[in-house]
């Protein structure tokens, strides 16, 4: 049962429970009238003090299509955080308002202290460059209903590794599935943190770290792309240097597996070359649709609704 329970990081869930919001949110992308309204009366807070497309509006829409309402900002001059209000204050009031909150952040910890003051479930939607279990529930979902199954596969992380967040919830969720092995594709001064390389190991999941595509893409089964986080870096020339290390372009598409798909949590900056959209293994934007069912299970899930 979700029913009340906080999702802040990607242990949160057991792999149980995942499999249950998978196959709910299947069944509402077969029926979309199935969970029609059940949130009739429920509100959703969304906090974001980072910017968002996808993740707050996918989250939105899914709060609309569940029949609720949804209240928030998506710009934090325009609460009290402006004025100075510290984030327990601002959660404990907002979880007066609403049955649940969804909240961005740019500091590491900040939805696990909103956790501890808020009434009512929150929800991590990404806190710096730590977590966010959400988009992972976007990519596994995504990987399952492409690929038939979330097992025996080889997956490659390619780019900014180091700041990340939604490679790192990734790659703690895939470890407790069989046969998945990991391949970490990165500049020198973007790889994964310590304390994600350990949890991997102390898993003994198979990990291989590489600094060019090129020469590992032919061995992947899934391409997870991601974006240089310039809005992590400390210094505006080591984000330029660093910004274009790597572009996915149809000739090195030449190289992958015919059945290989390619994930990429979107934004897109100049990671992948528009011509690699119309190849049919580019699964990017079905993934931002993928989203909005498994926040609309999720929602239902957290709020006792299913
Ligand atoms: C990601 C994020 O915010 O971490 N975006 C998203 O939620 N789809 C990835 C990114 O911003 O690069």
Do not use: W
């Amino acid at each position: 049962m979700l029913k009340g329970r906080h999702l802040v990081e990607p242990g949160d869930f057991s792999k149980e429970e995942l499999e249950g919001l998978f196959s709910l949110a299947e069944k509402i992308e077969d029926d979309p009238a199935f969970l029609r309204e059940c949130c009739r009366g429920k509100i959703l807070a969304t906090l974001f003090f980072e910017p968002s497309t996808r993740t707050r509006l996918s989250f939105e829409a899914a709060m609309l299509r569940l029949g609720g309402s949804n209240l928030g900002f998506a710009e934090p001059s325009s609460s009290s955080a402006a004025k100075g209000e510290s984030l327990a204050d601002t959660i404990r009031t907002v979880s007066c308002y609403a049955d649940a909150i969804v909240m961005r952040n740019p500091k590491e910890g900040a939805a696990l202290l909103a956790s501890r003051f808020s009434a009512v479930p929150v929800i991590n939607a990404g806190d710096g460059g730590h977590h966010h279990p959400t988009q992972t529930l976007t990519d596994l979902l995504t990987i399952k209903r492409v690929r038939g199954e979330t097992a025996n596969l080889t997956i490659g992380f390619c780019g900014d590794l180091k700041f990340g967040r939604t490679v790192h919830s990734l790659a703690k969720t895939l470890s407790r599935y069989p046969g998945i092995k990991m391949i970490f594709i990165s500049p020198p001064e973007l790889t994964l943190p310590d304390y994600i390389k350990e949890m991997l190991s102390t898993e003994k999941i198979p990990c291989q770290e590489a600094e060019r595509l090129e020469e590992v893409i032919g061995d992947l089964d899934v391409l997870y792309m991601t974006r240089v986080q310039r809005e992590r870096f400390f210094n505006e020339q080591d984000y330029i240097r660093l910004k274009d290390f790597y572009i996915l372009t149809m000739e090195k598409m030449e190289k992958a597996k015919k059945d290989m798909i390619i994930l990429h949590p979107l934004p897109r900056v100049n990671e992948i070359a528009e011509e690699v959209d119309n190849d049919k293994r580019a699964v990017y934007f079905k993934q931002a649709k993928y989203g909005m069912y498994v926040r609309m299970a999720l929602l239902a899930s957290l709020l006792g609704v299913v």
